[in-house]
């Protein structure tokens, strides 16, 4: 089964407003990673937060974790056309199962211009 | 050099068909992933290689073959695949495989259809 679980599968906004994805996990993680794919194509790393780290930013990207919950949110600020893709989330496995990543079902995202 | 890359993007094959996806990065990475996707669903792990040993097989039907030559290059040779093999192939690498603690980079995929 899928490690980690993402709401909402779909995301429907107009440009400039902010776009918010939550995703929620099973078992303990040491991090959790935040992937985005356009229609077709390869994954792009967006941002990876230690389990020790409450909230991370990369430009309009902002991450919290909250290892209690065993969630993590993904908001985008400032939304815009170009941001149009699905976001994973992901979590590594430990133990044995060093580099295995797994990922959520997705958040497919659109922004209208 | 920042990229995965992965030949071709596009395949058709037969089911009776020998083919093989190539994948290639350049940035001192030593693990390399394959990763199956289907339409509308999350990427699933296939074969992980961490220092150019194979690490771990997701039971994978063997007709699905990885080999890793070198520290760059990962290849996926395929064999009788059958038409519900038809998907999005990724390659990824990482700079290591320990613990997940580093972020993948992907490349752009093979997309696959199997006739």
């Known amino acids: 089964s899928q490690q980690g679980e993402e709401d909402p599968q779909a995301l429907s906004i107009q440009e400039g407003e902010n776009a918010t994805m939550n995703c929620s996990y099973k078992t303990s993680i040491n991090n959790l990673q935040w992937y985005r794919q356009n229609s077709g194509r390869g994954l792009v790393h967006l941002i990876l937060?230690?389990?020790?780290?409450r909230e991370k930013h990369s430009g309009r990207l902002r991450v919290t974790l909250d290892t209690s919950k065993k969630s993590s949110s993904l908001l985008i600020t400032a939304s815009r056309a170009a941001d149009t893709a699905s976001y994973f989330c992901?979590?590594?496995?430990?133990?044995?199962?060093?580099?295995?990543?797994?990922f959520g079902q997705g958040t497919i995202l659109t922004v209208h211009p | 050099d920042t990229e995965v890359t992965q030949t071709p993007k596009h395949l058709v094959m037969g089911m009776t068909n020998k083919k093989s996806l190539k994948c290639e990065q350049h940035?001192?990475?030593?693990?390399m992933y394959w990763y199956k996707q289907k339409a509308k669903k999350p990427p699933e792990l296939m074969f992980v290689y961490s220092y150019e040993k194979l690490s771990i097989n997701e039971s994978v039907p063997s007709r699905f073959s990885p080999e890793c030559p070198n520290s760059s290059l990962l290849n996926l040779h395929l064999h009788a695949l059958q038409p519900e093999d038809s998907a999005l192939y990724l390659c990824?690498?990482?700079?290591?495989?320990?613990?997940?603690?580093?972020?993948?980079?992907f490349g752009s995929g093979t997309r696959l259809t199997v006739v």
């Open positions: 990824a690498s990482s700079l290591s495989a320990l613990r997940g603690n580093y972020g993948y980079t």
């Open positions: 940035m001192g990475h030593r693990a």
């Open positions: 937060i230690r389990s020790n780290e």
């Open positions: 992901a979590t590594p496995a430990g133990g044995t199962s060093y580099g295995k990543l797994t």
